[in-house]
RNA sequence: GCGGGAGUGGCGGAAUGGCAGACGCAGCAGACUUAGGAUCUGCCGCCUUCGGGCGUGGGGGUUCAAGUCCCCCCUCCCGCACCA
């Protein structure tokens, strides 16, 4: 503990040095030799080590479980409400942090702090995200291991942050590269993997329960997981498992992955730029078939959509996320194949368009496409829809002008006799694959297709309609297969053009659309100039569906569904845009999976006594060089580490060998459950006391399930990935009953992003910001040479970083945290001005002059109570301040205690007069924002115990009421002049004194007062004529 | 194109429908000083004939009263974008 005497001797000596620290900048700083206990960096330095080191010693800010080992002094917490309180944790780079990173911190730390001194039980802890591709990116670049860049990373992360006087539960800090952390990642995946989705149950449940309902026939396959629908008592031993397989929430599959040879590794769309590229590094990312592990998400969509609706979190947020799941209502249609029991399935949002469906369209990757497919072309295949010369002619050929040359597809001789179905599809396939997803998804490039030989049945028209292959049908989405209605969407139309197919009306344009695109009423579809998407009015089709002549769209949709569900040709459905969760990647650091491979092939869990599994030791962690065009398989590091990839195991049917997974998890694994692993940290027996889970996550007051971290704040940038994938874990870990709520973060909120003036030069070029100089005209030059200006986020590329070490040494950590939350609302960008940090930096010295005299050090304080002016003042700045924590604004609080410094520097400036009570409640108030200076004053104040705890001052109302109030006086609205009335005078009194007063009789004369309106204690508006 | 957010002094920003510009930076004037990049005091939206007039991106509206609520438009930022 430290006493305010001992301070004295510590800072009188290192008061002396600063004679001598010239070198150092000192804003703010006089001669030190006439006041050693001025407040400046140098004293703000020393008073901030010392306290740090205080807290640290004591444990401070330890937050007891209500059991476990981190228990101790539970009971003097017991009776205080428990909240949660963190940040989006760090991945820990080796460039450093610079002053937009601490933004969030800072704010959770006030916000922590305010709490702490309003009877909460405050849970602050934090710790880093050490795994995934930037740490290992930078492993790699720096030739280092990355435990070691890692783990170096994380001591100048923690330096620079220790710095800030952040209060964190310092035992509960992890990384997710510890072995004891990830042990439990590895142990999570295994429960997911272990599980499998009830679609009745509407929920994840243990995968024995599955196979038992399999095998005492109660439950049967899902289609998907059993390709040939044959019954389980007829599948073997190894056909079972396959079923058991493709029913897990974590599973192997060959998808078309997102695959990125510049990082060596696939990714996830998430992680995949709008523009085809990686996130990471903007390498170019392509489109390739490959073996992954996926994790079922798809299965959590609606339950992710609807319980946003439980989350207090931005609305923005939540908009972003529901945008990515995607809903889409429609329906699921079935067309039978011509010539063959095959049913192909495909989902539209206008089923009541079905009459206008002319052909079908499957994925290239379709799986039913090489069973559709036929040996030769039927008669009178036109040349244009059999994709010769391999894609060339839809490469060479100039969009719209191709079409036409092509259209009708029967002027032409038909294809030579070498280009069978096979032939001509299989080339398109691979046509398809080289394209990106990027290019598969513009309009720039011209339609393609090909026709597959194969046909199916119209449902509604009874037709056998063609089934092409294109590459703007997406696998992943839906079906895979679509129903063209060329009329009336615009992909289909333009591909109807291209290949010369039928596009007729099912619905009429309506007038509008007719006069924007200057057709004529009654014009044939195949003169439209795009097709016509639409409401209009239904045409007579002659169908055997009923007619939708006079419906209105949402009611034809309805009637046709009806009808599709009658006759057994389809259903309604719901689509979305979400797709599984490619959880593989081909990198050395991340997690290694907790699975082993059996002579079958297949993969076996680890039982949870083999957990960890540690990543073995390597010298070349380096990812197989490939490049761009290589289409050689993924080869990751851990494969070449044969002495542990292969394994003898014992896992209950005597000793076998296995092989190891190689491939490790990807970044987002650590981070979707580090949250549990803060309440629990040092337990070896589960992944969380769930006693501790319930304490600090669940809301007792609230439904079942209701609760999550109290405060979570972070950057948008992780709107859907992080916290997508967290609350997918979550409610999978809340569905085995191993968590107690819903959602993992009851309330988010998004801290804005510091931005910064950069500069450029002549050529374009970003030249460092800090050589800037400004100019007299207000122009910038950097050497003597004109720049201009820009702004930006903060960051290396731009050349604009202020580290946050710059600030401590010219100002202090205080300064820096009341400047960070002064400068806008928390969840707004804001640039940053070096210049401007001053005048927090003059806040803080003026509120030290008020309390300690800078020559000798003492606090001088009187025992005088307060009159009633101060007292108003104080206690109106009480109300405020609580009110402006509370809801996280501390830029106004932060105004708000500048106006309280000001009033006492006026009031009482450095004679001694300070009343203690307004001391000490000024310096309880300005606590969380700037707890250094606050603690040292509050010991100088003669307190023994740190200020963490102590209760916020109270607020009185009734000392905050003025007696007499100035009420602003309108005429039409204008305010003219203001008149005194006594606080709490009713309507009456205040018209008497309204009519009594000069300035009424001014205004009024010679004008007819219409109305007199009166808002007690606010306002008075005459309104006169 | 679809969805979301934001436009207020020279700058960052304040304002439960009730005195627009709190607080801070910059600027101006003064005091104290050998000195000022310290401190303290005052001024600080625009125009003005000193009565006042005009002001929160633009235009309408509701209201005694609009930065705030409603309608239309403009600009900027963010997210999504062959998703059938």
Redesign the pocket.
């Known amino acids: 503990m430290i006493s305010s005497s001992e301070h004295t001797g510590t800072a009188t000596g290192a008061g002396t040095a600063t004679t001598t620290a010239t070198g150092a ?1 000192q ?5 030190a030799v006439d006041l050693p206990f001025r407040y400046g960096a140098r004293l703000a330095g020393d008073i901030e080590r010392r306290w740090q080191q205080a807290w640290s010693e004591r444990g401070t800010f330890h937050s007891p479980n209500p059991r476990g080992p981190l228990s101790d002094g539970f009971d003097r917490v017991a009776e205080r409400p428990p909240v949660f309180v963190m940040d989006m944790f760090p991945y820990p780079s080796g460039v450093g942090l610079h002053v937009g990173h601490p933004l969030g911190y800072i704010g959770t730390d006030v916000f922590a702090r305010y709490l702490r001194m309003t009877g909460h039980h405050v849970l602050h802890p934090f710790g880093y995200d050490a795994f995934g591709l930037p740490a290992e990116q930078y492993a790699i670049n720096t030739g280092q291991h990355p435990r070691v860049t890692t783990e170096a990373n994380i001591d100048n992360m923690r330096r620079q942050l220790g710095r800030l006087g952040l209060g964190h539960d310092a035992r509960r800090e992890i990384a997710t590269t510890d072995v004891e952390y990830y042990r439990w990642t590895q142990w999570i995946f295994l429960r997911i993997f272990n599980s499998w989705y009830d679609d009745q149950a509407d929920r994840a449940r243990p995968i024995d329960e599955l196979v038992t309902e399999l095998e005492t026939g109660t439950r049967q396959p899902r289609g998907d997981a059993n390709p040939h629908n044959r019954p389980w008592s007829a599948l073997s031993t190894t056909e079972r498992r396959r079923v058991v397989d493709g029913h897990r929430l974590a599973f192997i599959s060959e998808q078309l992955v997102n695959w990125c040879p510049g990082l060596g590794t696939v990714l996830a769309n998430e992680e995949v730029t ?1 523009e085809g590229r990686s996130d990471i590094g903007n390498y170019p990312v392509f489109r390739r078939p490959l073996r992954q592990w996926m994790m079922r998400i798809t299965a959590y969509a609606e339950r992710l959509i609807a319980d946003l609706d439980l989350v207090d979190w931005p ?2 947020i939540k ?2 996320q529901r ?2 799941i ?1 809903p ?1 209502d ?1 329906a699921s249609v079935e067309f039978d194949a011509v010539g063959s029991d095959v049913r192909v399935e ?5 089923p009541d368009t079905l009459a206008g469906a002319t052909f079908m369209v499957l ?1 290239p990757e379709h799986p039913f496409v090489d069973t559709l497919t036929p040996d030769a072309w039927p008669p009178g295949t036109p040349a244009a829809w059999t994709f010769t010369d391999a894609g060339q002619n839809a490469a060479d050929s100039g969009g719209s002008n191709s079409g036409g040359s092509n259209s009708g597809g029967s002027n032409s001789g038909g294809p030579a006799p070498d280009w069978t179905p096979r032939a001509a599809v299989a080339a398109y396939q691979d046509y398809a694959a080289r394209l990106g ?7 720039e ?1 011209p ?1 393609t297709g090909v026709f597959t030989g194969a046909y199916v049945t119209n449902p509604v028209t009874g037709t056998a309609i063609p089934v092409f292959l294109a ?13 063209a ?1 060329p009329a009336h ?3 289909d139309f ?1 591909l109807a053009r291209t290949l010369g197919l039928p596009i007729p009306a099912v619905l009429a344009p309506n007038a509008e659309w007719l006069d924007e695109h200057t057709v004529p009423t009654g014009t044939a579809p195949d003169a439209w100039p795009e097709a016509f998407a639409g409401e209009g009015e239904y045409l007579a089709s002659s169908g055997v569906a009923p007619s939708l002549v006079g419906l209105s769209k949402p009611d034809a949709i309805k009637s046709t569904v009806r009808w599709l569900e009658d006759v057994g040709a389809g259903r309604a459905a719901r ?1 979305y ?1 979400l797709r599984d969760w490619l959880f593989s990647r081909q990198r050395y650091w991340g997690e290694p999976f907790p699975i082993v491979f059996d002579d079958d092939g297949l993969p076996v869990a680890l039982p949870d006594e083999l957990l960890p599994v540690t990543l073995p030791e390597m010298t070349d962690f380096r990812p197989a060089a490939m490049a761009d065009d290589d289409v050689s398989d993924p080869v990751p590091p851990l494969a070449r580490v044969s002495d542990w990839v292969g394994v003898t195991l014992d896992l209950g049917d005597g000793p076998k060998t296995y092989r190891r997974e190689t491939n490790t998890m990807p970044q987002w694994a650590g981070s979707c459950w580090y949250y549990l692993r803060y309440l629990d940290p040092t337990n070896s027996e589960r992944f969380v006391d769930p006693e501790v889970e319930r304490y600090w996550m669940h809301t007792p007051s609230g439904p079942p399930g209701d609760g999550g971290v109290g405060l979570y704040v972070g950057g ?1 940038e992780h ?2 990935l992080h916290l997508l994938y967290a609350r997918f874990w979550h409610k999978v870990l809340y569905d085995l009953g191993l968590v107690s709520t819903k959602e993992p973060f009851k309330r988010l909120f998004n801290q804005g992003y510091i931005q910064a003036d950069a500069f450029t030069d002549a050529r374009g070029m970003y030249v460092p910001a800090a050589d800037v100089v400004r100019t007299a005209d207000g122009g910038f030059t950097h050497e003597g040479e004109p720049v201009n200006r820009r702004s930006g986020k903060m960051g290396k590329s731009l050349k604009n970083s202020v580290s946050p070490d710059e600030m401590y040494d010219s100002f202090g950590a205080d300064t820096l945290r009341v400047y960070e939350m ?4 928390l969840d ?4 940053w ?1 070096t ?2 940090i ?3 930096h ?2 803080l ?2 509120l030290w ?1 008020n309390i300690v005299d800078e020559a000798t050090g003492v606090a001088a304080v009187s025992d005088a109570g307060l009159d009633t002016d101060a007292a108003r003042t104080l206690h109106r700045t009480i109300l405020a301040v609580q009110a402006d924590y509370a809801g996280l ?1 501390f ?2 609080a ?2 708000r205690l ?2 309280l410094t ?1 009033f006492v ?2 009031r009482y ?1 450095g004679s001694g007069e300070l009343p203690r009570e307004l001391a000490e409640a000024l310096v309880l108030m300005v606590a969380p924002l700037a707890p250094h200076i606050a603690e040292e004053l509050w010991a100088r104040l003669g307190h023994e115990t740190s200020l963490a705890l102590h209760p916020f001052p109270p607020a009185d109302e009734s000392l905050a009421a003025e007696s007499t109030v ?1 009420l ?1 006086v ?1 005429v ?5 002049f ?1 008149i005194e009335v006594p606080a709490g005078a009713d309507e009456q009194t205040v018209r008497a004194v309204l009519t009594g007063n000069e300035e009424y009789a001014r205004h009024t004369v010679d004008r007819t007062v219409k ?1 007199v ?1 009166v ?1 007690p204690g ?2 008075v ?1 005459i ?1 006169v004529g």
Request: proline letters at 4%; zero cysteines; glycine letters at 12%.
């Open positions: 900048r804003t703010g700083t006089v001669p709008a609305d923005s908009q972003m945008n990515w995607g889409s429609g495909v989902f539209t949002t206008r994925a997803d990027r290019q598969r998804g513009t309009d490039i339609r590459d703007y049908v997406l696998m992943g989405y839906g079906t895979g297969a679509i129903m209605v969407d615009q992909r333009s689509s845009r948008v709107a859907v002064a400068m806008g609302p707004a960008d804001r640039p001005h210049d401007d001053v005048g927090s003059r806040f010295q003026r002059r604004r830029n106004t932060v105004a500048i106006e000001n520097s006026k400036g100035t602003p309108q039409n609205g204008k305010v003219r203001t109305r309106i808002v606010r306002i508006n309104a």
